[in-house]
């Protein structure tokens, strides 16, 4: 069965579960304890910090492993921003951020501090005018993934780092999707990763601070990893991560062409193939091995069963998943459908057969959702019959209220209105996508007794 969700997590790399066998063996002691058994838990743990920093491109003694990638953004954040208190207590973020950034910023607002939100183009990737722009006297740190989570765009990091650098400002670079797939530019200073999603064990992240950058350990202290990361360290988990790190990294070159290859194939094929599709993030500027799409008139969560029980594992940042039913922070932002939202990231290794039966299954698979759903087809526009047209979609989920505002939109004529009436968030956002895909005007939103109203214009 075709794993295609790396984005979520690696397959464990064969380096990886060879460096975790032969470190369950060898490096079970306490690695602070100088006897024979200790001495050699340490010589692990060192080997494996210095490998590790070599990849990431700091010094060994920058470098602290932690339990996860989300604890190293957690402890990043907060030790930076308490170590320049006295400089200010506001914080600069991108809108897509991670939600493990989100959290910690939502969390240093919660307690008195201010925290500026960056936007981003419909690629999903920030300027670096703009960034500038939320940069102030009193910011006391700025954050900005390496590349996104869910469209794959990579962030100017460099240009960003150098703005961060000539304001005084400490730049946190959420590095996790990145690292084993490309290098992080230089500039940061701070650096975050997580070992499961480059193919280590899970449990273990990183987190990288330059020396010269105030930081202040927040929580109790503790003897372990400079007291940035409290408890026994895990250390056969540990040797994993960093062996598995630079064996990525070696193999990355050769593969991100192949993968690069097989993605092209995957967002021209799927505009081709399947009908009223968005393929979304910088078809350019982005990450090899990932691609999102966004179909209309499709249930995400449907969508993913049925890909499922066709042999296909993908996941997606759709507001109609089992996980949530808001829309993804990160299309959102984007100002991008929604619906029907598939992302596929590729594991090292994926055969051009998996993709090649993945692209004849699609088309099929979102045509019986579709029909399941009682979409148009083609969303004909008939002869229009009222000037304007109110749908009543109260209480149901999107993808309903697009399916039923594509019916009814050519019943009225060009330049006539339909007003959906919705209380779902995932309309606020997939109303306009559908407008933007469709040719139609989406004149706005309008408040209502219940839910919003949200009109649209027929242009044609």
């Not at 010269?212 to 991560?241: L, T, Y």
Request: proline share 6%.
């Amino acid at each position: 069965m075709p794993y295609f969700d790396t984005a979520s997590a690696a397959p464990l790399h064969p380096v990886a579960r060879q460096a975790l066998l032969a470190a369950l063996d060898e490096g079970w002691a306490d690695p602070a304890r100088l006897y024979r058994e200790g001495r050699r838990a340490r010589l692990l743990l060192d080997a494996a910090r210095e490998a590790a920093a070599e990849s990431v491109g700091c010094r060994p003694d920058e470098l602290t492993f932690t339990p996860s990638g989300t604890r190293a953004v957690h402890s990043g954040i907060s030790g930076a921003l308490a170590g320049r208190r006295r400089v200010g207590r506001h914080l600069v973020v991108s809108a897509v951020e991670h939600s493990s950034v989100l959290h910690s910023a939502a969390t240093h607002e919660a307690q008195g501090g201010s925290v500026s939100e960056v936007p981003v183009d419909r690629t999903g990737a920030v300027s670096a005018p703009a960034y500038a722009d939320a940069l102030r006297e009193d910011t006391a740190l700025a954050c900005l993934q390496s590349a996104n989570h869910e469209v794959g765009t990579v962030q100017p990091v460099a240009a960003v780092a150098e703005l961060c650098r000539a304001a005084g400002v400490p730049l946190l670079v959420d590095a996790a999707q990145s690292l084993g797939r490309e290098a992080v530019p230089d500039g940061w200073s701070l650096l975050t990763g997580s070992a499961h999603k480059w193919g280590g064990p899970s449990g273990v992240g990183l987190l990288a601070v330059r020396k010269g950058v105030r930081f202040a350990v927040q929580g109790p202290a503790d003897e372990r990893e400079s007291g940035r990361a409290a408890g026994f360290e895990n250390i056969p988990a540990i040797v994993a991560a960093a062996a598995s790190l630079r064996a990525v990294r070696a193999e990355a070159a050769a593969e991100s062409v192949r993968l690069r290859a097989l993605v092209d194939r995957i967002r021209a094929t799927v505009a081709e193939l399947v009908p009223d599709v968005e393929v979304v993030g910088d078809p350019v500027r982005r990450l090899p091995h990932l691609v999102t799409f966004s179909c209309l008139y499709v249930d995400g969560e449907t969508l993913l069963h049925e890909l499922d029980r066709a042999g296909f594992s993908v996941s997606s940042g759709s507001s109609c998943t089992s996980s949530t039913l808001t829309p993804s922070h990160v299309l959102r932002a984007m100002g991008v459908l929604s619906e029907g939202n598939v992302r596929v990231s590729l594991p090292n290794g994926a055969a051009e057969e998996d993709v090649d039966r993945f692209l004849e299954v699609l088309p099929r698979v979102v045509a019986e959702v579709r029909q399941r759903l009682g979409a148009p087809v083609s969303a004909p526009l008939e002869a229009a019959r009222a000037a304007s047209l109110v749908v009543d979609a109260l209480g149901k989920r999107c993808p309903i209220p697009v399916i039923e505002l594509a019916k009814v939109i050519g019943e009225v004529p060009v330049g006539g209105t339909v007003t959906v009436l919705s209380d779902d968030e995932a309309a606020r956002l997939d109303i306009p996508a559908w407008c933007a895909m469709r040719e139609q005007e989406y004149v706005g939103e309008e408040p209502a007794d219940r839910g919003s109203a949200y009109v649209v214009r027929r242009l044609s």
